[in-house]
Nanobody
Framework: EAQLVESGGGLVQAGGSLRLSCTSS????????IGWFRQVPGKEREGVSC????????DYADSVKGRFTISRDIASDTVFLQMNSLKPEDTAVYYC????????????????????????WGRGTQVTVSS
């Protein structure tokens, strides 16, 4: 069964760092763009960062630019989200999702209207940043 699994979440103090991982099983990331999303209870899920399968180009939400870095390890079918200088407002459940195709991904294509375009979603990992 094809699925995505997130890991690396946890509790960290403001200013700290975490590295999230998104690993696939049952399929290869070669032809999939990967997006990281996050959701706070009572709020809409929002796009955080993405990486395109075609050229590895990346994009970030304004709220995380300069603090988060997305990267991928093709050999292990893993995408990472390095999160530095964490703030309490980064507290959320973080999800990764895979979108088949070689098209260019951007934050602009990670709106709620785009969610059903993604082929696979993970179950999420909780990130809690204390003040």
């Amino acid at each position: 069964e094809a699925q995505l699994v997130e890991s690396g979440g946890g509790l960290v103090q403001a200013g700290g760092s975490l590295r999230l991982s998104c690993t696939s099983s049952g399929f290869s990331f070669d032809d999939y763009g990967i997006g990281w999303f996050r959701q706070v209870p009572g709020k809409e899920r929002e796009g955080v960062s993405c990486i395109s399968s075609s050229d590895g180009s990346t994009d970030y939400a304004d709220s995380v630019k300069g603090r988060f870095t997305i990267s991928r390890d093709i050999a292990s079918d893993t995408v990472f989200l390095q999160m530095n200088s964490l703030k309490p407002e980064d507290t959320a459940v973080y999800y990764c999702a895979a979108l088949w195709g070689r098209s260019h991904l951007s934050i602009a294509t990670m709106t709620p209207y785009d969610f059903n375009r993604y082929d696979f979603w993970g179950r999420g990992t909780q990130v809690t940043v204390s003040s």
